[in-house]
Every structure is written in structure tokens, then in C-alpha cells.
DNA sequence: ATGGGGCCTCACGTGACGTCAGGCGCAACC
DNA sequence: GGTTGCGCCTGACGTCACGTGAGGCCCCAT
């Protein structure tokens, strides 16, 4: 019961030449031929070609693949939950795109501009391997980073329903600040600068006085930071970086 | 207020030669040049950004999408619709696949094996430009084949449904049928072979009886169609090819 | 025995970039 | 006021995942 490359192709949805590249790779070789040289397909190659072509789908290069499906202590179901983990971000971030062009429709049929940075953030900030590599280009290398890597992988659900609430929280009281007209080098924000140190080394490194300045001078200088702070509060970039110079000097030296 | 390349990458997730790229093919042309001859991109390029990585996204060719931006009589409003559609409907897509890993999950969990071909329809059949495309490669050209995509086209939501309808009490006769030992000559499923032969006509194109009997071969020899009639019940789509040549000879001449 | 459809192996083409190489622009730092 | 560094420029070749023939077996059906 083994099929040929035709029949294959028509079952999977893709040509014939992709089976014969997969074949000339080495990613999926036909457990059979013919003595006629006939690639004669196994249900276990069957198997393997639906998972080539779920990863596919979700990105993978096909050297990865091969990689992945390799792996020797990976069973199935492992590949299975893998894949469902992966389906589902994919999903997640799919229906944020579509929210965000709902979004779109609606400001565009009250005659309302967005302004492009807050529709380019979708992928600035949500392609996860994209912005992860970029991240990589970045700060690949400093300790900060490995450090914070580490620590977030290792993360619960409940931990980042935790960070993620702590982080809401913290915004807010900075917006209330600013908005209410607190000097940023007043006690007030130099507590919330304090308590934004603190978060930072809580949840994904330690960061002393100097390394937050460093930060906070990003928060203006890179756009993407300054737009993701600013959406908050018009301005709330600059606030936070003065708040945190002025706690610099208070707690620093 | 225009942006330089460093900076539309890092708001957008993509890299400069990315945008080089875009400029060299004429897809995305900055708006404006400085006197060193360092582009700069204004905010109605970046809103044309986010829609060429949009349709990216959704898998068109970069030449397609030329096409498609600059289509001079489709205005934003109809572009955020269009996107809008095929973004739900390949997030439809992708529930399936998830639901299906979650079948294969449950499945494996229970030591239940599933065969190759069930796990392979999911991309033989719901890939839709793909699918199109083999369509094509098979149909294109034949004259029923442009009849049925020009009526196809032109249905409702409520033609769908009747459509469906129809074909889903369809298979549940002939599987009655089936199991219920008639034979495939007889009356009842040469009744039933001429209706099917109808909802052919009606939804798709005029198939006399010839052509008819052409799809009744197509039913056992090309495994996709087979794995779609045998999924209602084994052996289905060799019982639905007798019918259907009993019923050619009755009617046909 | 003779097509015709399916399959084979080269082998070059293509789309969408990646990746240097070599060099200008400009603000900062010494 | 050089020079260092970073960002930007233009070629130009490399790469990945195939597409697209060309030329030639295989095999079943007429």
C-alpha cells in the first residue's frame, strides 16, 4: 500500500517537484522504489510529510526541519504539542491583525488617520522570530540578555499574568504622574523610576542605577520604544527618562 | 516628519535591504531623497508598507501586490475589507489545523493510529491557492471548468447554503443506499446517480451523461476524490461510478 | 507496436531577499 | 581638525525553496 509521487502530491496539495526536492535534500526520502527507480511512498513517510508541512507552514526552513524531526528523544506527541503551541501563537497573532484592520475600518469610515507607527507596531512587535532576531542583532551577547532569556523561559502563565499586571500598574502611575504635572525629578517620580529599576531586575535582570539610565535614554532614542510609551502618554518617554536620571543621582552616587 | 530606512525597519520588523529591495522593484519608492542620497520615507509610504507586508503575510508575490496597491480605482476602505476576508478566512484555516492536531493528539494519546491520508487532506484540501492552483493545472482550459468558476463566482451566501444542502442529502442517500445492499444498477441508485448528475448541471455546468460518466471514473482512480467518498462510507465512490454507468445506459442512449 | 500519461534525472531559471565589499555623510570625540 | 564610528549608499554575488523545461525510460491500453 505505498503510493507514488503523483499521488502523493495530489493528496498533500503540492507538486511533484517538491517531493523530489525533499528527496534530493534528504528530508523526506520514499521508503521504497521500484526497480524501475519509482519513488513508492510508506504511510510512515506519509506521516513525516504532513509534519514537514505543518512546520512549513508555521515558517521553519526545511534544515530545521529536518533538525526537529530528527530528534531522536522527541516522540510524537512532544512534535504534537510542539505544533499546537506554535498553531496557536500563530492564531493569537493572527486575530490581532484582524483586530487591528477592524480598527482600521472603523477609524477610516469616521474619517479618522491613524498615524502609521501605531499600525506598523503590529509587526515591529509581534512577528515573534523576526523580533527576536532583531532583539538577537541588538543586545546579542551583553549578559543582560542571555540573563533575561533564561529567566523568561522559565516562566509560568501565572508569572506573566503577574509581570504583565505589575508592568499595567506601573504605567499607569507614571501617566497619573505626568499628567498631573509631577516634576519628573520630584520624589514622586523618582519612586516610580525606583519601582520601574526594581521591576526590571525582578523580572528579567539585574539592573543597577547606570544600566537604567542607559535604558531610559533608549526609550527616547529608539523610535519603537518611544512610540510604545508615548501611545500611553504623549511625552511619557521623556518623562521616564528624566525621572530616572533624577533617581540616578539621588540613589546612584 | 519622514523616517530613515534604519528606523522604518525597526518600526516595521524588517530589514534595510528589505527596503532596498522594495525600491529597486518600484513596490515601495520613498517618497523623498536627501541631498547625500539617503531615502526618506514619509507616513503615506508607510501606510503602503503596512499593507505590502499585510498581503505578504497572506502569501501574494511582491509583483501581485504592486498590482494590487495600485489599482487606481479601489480605495483604502475596500483594500482593509478585502484583507479583512482573507485574514478571517485563513484564520478559519488554521483553527482546522489546530483542531486536527488536537484530533491526532487525542488520537495518539489513545493509541489510536490515524491513517496518512486523513491527516493529509487538511493541506491537500483547505490550501486555497494552492488547491486553486492544481485546479487549474488539471481543469484549466476544458470549457466546464471556466462555466462552473464563472457561475461559482457569482453566488450568495444562500446559494451556498441551498448548494450544501443539497449535496450533503445527496451523499446521505447514496450511503442509505449502499448500506442498505441495493444494488448499483438498480432504479433507486440510478435515481439517485441522475440526481447527482442534475446538482452538477444546476450549481456547476451542463454535464450530460458522458461527462458524467468521466467523473464517476475521476471518483476511483484519483485518491482524493475516493478518499472524499469513502470518508461517508467505504467503498462509496465505487458504488457511486456503477450508478452512475447504469444510469448512463438508461438514460443516455 | 504505438501512443500517451506518469515517472526519471539533469540543469538552468526565479523570487525574495541575505551577505559582503568598497565608499560617502556626518556628528562626536580627542 | 583629523579620525573614529555609525548609518547610509550602490553594486554584485550567494542562498533557499522550489519552477520549468529537455530528453529519455516505463508501462498500460488501444
Redesign the interface.
Known sequence: MS?SVG?VS?????TVRTLHHYDEIGLLIPGERTSAGYRRYT?GD??R??QI??YR?LGFPLDEIAVILDDPHVD??TQ??R??EL??R??ER??E??AA??R??QA??LGIAL???E???????F?PE??EA?VERRWGGTEAYTQSRRRVASYTKADWAELTAEAAALTEALVAALKGGLPPDGAEAMDLAERHRLHISRWFYTCDHEHHRCLGELYVS???FT?THDAHAPGLARYVRSAIVANGFRGGR
Chains 1, 2 share one sequence.
Open positions: 503510493l499521488q495530489g493528496l498533500a496539495g503540492i504511510d506519509l506521516i510529510l504532513q508541512l505543518l507552514e510524537e506527541l504534537l504539542r505544533q499546537h498553531l496557536t500563530k492564531s493572527l486575530r491583525v484582524i484592520v477592524e482600521a475600518m477610516r469610515s498615524t502609521p507607527q499600525r506598523l507596531e503590529l509587526f515591529g512587535d512577528q523576526d523580533h532583531e529608539d523610535p519603537r512610540a
